[in-house]
């Protein structure tokens, strides 16, 4: 089994020979696949998925990857519910033809069993819709992860991600009606007022379950996930995914930063991550006691101060905001009991032989005083520049704004799964977070280097230290342009020391790394309507196992039809047969 294989030559020379092709179809859907798939095949991930296998499927009349592509196609499309596969995906021969289905079999079906039963009342496409379904529920837990973790593997050694990484790890709920067979169970307190006004206490009982990822925050990708159930606790599976993470990235690349929110804040785990020598960032809770040494510490400490200026509104109506945020710092704190090596029988450590952190004591943030007080981050990063540990904690949040919320809202992340079972939503989830993946990654790698540069300028920021005692203010000079190493950073993520991975003077000019910024914001939704916009005019042809694009006065010219008015961006008949190596002196 195979994909088409596109050779615009091949076809066009087929066309102008006049030996005939196998089909002509409008470029729709079949525009997206074109290049994703070529991109499958550059980053050896095509291989990898053909890997794939359903042990727990009997008598298996197609391929597994023909069960991989076609719901992968199904996530990417944005198809929603299985019976719509007929008529959006399976009888789209363009579509059906790249996966390497023939044009007999989309109009026919795979087999002829039962074709005295159907009927015009219901037209039977390819395969029945629930058949897709069944087969990708089946698949195991094991070879799931192991389709979702090769497959960022096959991205890292791309050179998809930069060879030092920042992540971020954070979980949704998928809620599910009860009825799902194996979901779990979890009950959530809040708070409403009623007609008179009056506060109530509710208790709502939600079932289902639970995804965590690890996010990288430059590409926006997912590395690793884990599916629990919906009531359980985020933080006991923290360093599973940072090492598997870390083994799917390796060689090209490792997790040097880390930011997490208060579900992940266990000391165990925290200082396993400082011993594999990764620098955390997590925000304390405010029941902590280093929360209030943290606090009471950062009264004497100096204020820094950034002033950003924001400009609102266009033209004559434009005008501009200072924005300020202003943090303190605290070093040396040591009143985290449970962040320390683990204990041992008839052992006690004493405060002062515990591991030291460092704190940023968040005060003021974008012109707004945080609910309920400061907010602490705490850090095994030095703060010397306090300001890199407050953005990378502030990158947090798109783990939620880019990859949660767009894959619920385009990729039916929580809804319309194949199944309503565990295998079912596991399989959703796990086929969702991989297409976004390599989604992602394609559409990084496709975008031209000059368009949307990862380095957009930023506006004017003013640095300050000020004294309390005193009120002296020492103005700071202008730091350097932001890297890409993270999203929201003023300065580059420069945390420590690192002579050894210094480059040498000699080391020629590296290329822009891949970052989601080169999309300038545009979602999944955006992209297909201007992929839709671009291909409109174009056709693709098919000839045996290759394919060919052309617009449709390309096409014309090709088949020997006499155009009289050709867009001039195409050259005359004699360029536009030269140019698919059609002319005798072609090379």
């Known amino acids: 089994w195979h994909v088409a294989e596109r050779d615009d030559s091949f076809v066009a020379q087929a066309l102008v020979s006049g030996s005939g092709v196998d089909g002509v179809h409008t470029l729709d859907e079949a525009g997206l696949l074109d290049g994703f798939f070529v991109f499958l095949q550059e980053t050896k991930v095509l291989s990898h998925w053909q890997s794939f296998h359903l042990a727990a499927v009997q008598r298996v009349f197609l391929p597994a990857i023909t069960f991989v592509l076609l719901y992968g196609v199904r996530v990417l499309f944005g198809i929603g519910s299985s019976n719509a596969l007929p008529q959006l995906l399976f009888s789209n021969v363009a579509v059906m033809s790249l996966i390497g289905f023939t044009a007999y079999q989309v109009g026919h079906g795979l087999s002829q069993r039962g074709a005295a039963a159907r009927t015009e009342a219901s037209d039977y496409v390819l395969m029945d819709p629930q058949t897709l379904a069944e087969t990708i529920s089946q698949a195991s837990i094991e070879e799931l992860e192991r389709l979702f973790n090769g497959t960022i593997h096959c991205l890292a050694a791309f050179g998809v991600f930069m060879a030092e990484v920042m992540v971020a790890v954070d979980g949704t709920p998928v809620v599910t009606p009860a009825t799902y067979v194996g979901c779990g169970c979890q009950r959530k307190k809040h708070t409403r007022r009623n007609r008179a006004g009056v506060a109530v206490k509710e208790v709502q009982v939600v079932f289902g379950w639970r995804l965590i990822v690890l996010v990288e925050l430059t590409t926006l990708i997912p590395l690793a996930l884990k599916i629990v159930r919906i009531q359980s606790h985020e933080a006991p599976y923290l360093l599973e995914l940072v090492r598997q993470a870390q083994h799917n990235l390796e060689p090209t690349s490792r997790i040097r930063w880390l930011v997490v929110d208060r579900a992940y804040v266990d000391g165990p785990s925290l200082y396993a991550l400082h011993e594999l020598g ?163 990654a394609y559409r990084l790698w496709d975008k031209p280097s000059g368009e949307n540069p990862a380095h957009p300028t930023q506006p004017p920021v003013t640095y300050r230290q ?44 590296m290329l822009p790394p891949l970052a989601y910024s080169l999309l300038d914001g545009q979602g999944t939704a955006r992209w297909r309507r201007e992929l839709a916009q671009h291909n409109r005019d174009k056709v693709i042809v098919f000839k045996d196992h290759r394919y060919g694009i052309f617009e449709t006065h390309e096409l014309m010219v090709l088949s020997g039809i006499p155009v009289r008015d050709v867009p001039t961006h195409l050259g005359s008949r004699t360029d536009i047969l030269r140019r698919y190596a059609c002319l005798p002196n072609s090379p």
């Not at 203010?473 to 002579?499: G, I, K, N, R, Y």
């Open 466 to 509: 000020i004294d309390p005692q005193t009120a002296e203010v020492t103005e700071l000079p202008t730091p350097p342009p932001a890297s890409a190493t993270h999203l929201a950073s003023h300065l580059p993520l420069l945390t420590d020391p690192q002579p050894e991975l210094a480059p040498p003077a000699s080391t020629p000019e």
């Open 278 to 440: 990764i620098k955390f960032v997590v925000i304390a809770k405010t029941n902590m006691k280093i929360y209030a040494s943290a606090r009471r510490l950062s009264q004497r400490s100096l204020i820094h101060e950034r002033v950003e200026s924001c400009t609102h509104g266009h033209g004559s109506q434009a005008w501009t905001e200072p924005v300020v945020s202003r943090v303190r710092t605290v070093t040396d704190l040591r009143d985290w009991a449970a962040y320390r090596p683990p204990t041992q029988p008839g052992k006690h450590l004493a405060r002062r032989d515990r591991p030291a952190l460092n704190a940023v004591v968040v005060q003021q943030w974008h012109n707004e005083t945080p609910a309920g007080g400061a907010r602490v981050y705490l850090t095994n990063l030095s703060v010397t520049n306090p300001w890199l540990v407050a953005d990378a904690y502030d990158d947090r949040s798109w783990i939620e704004n880019g990859l949660f919320r767009q894959n619920k809202q385009f990729g039916r992340l929580t809804r319309w799964f194949p199944q309503k079972s565990e295998a079912g939503v596991r399989s959703h989830l796990v086929f969702v977070m991989l297409i976004f993946a390599v989604a992602t």
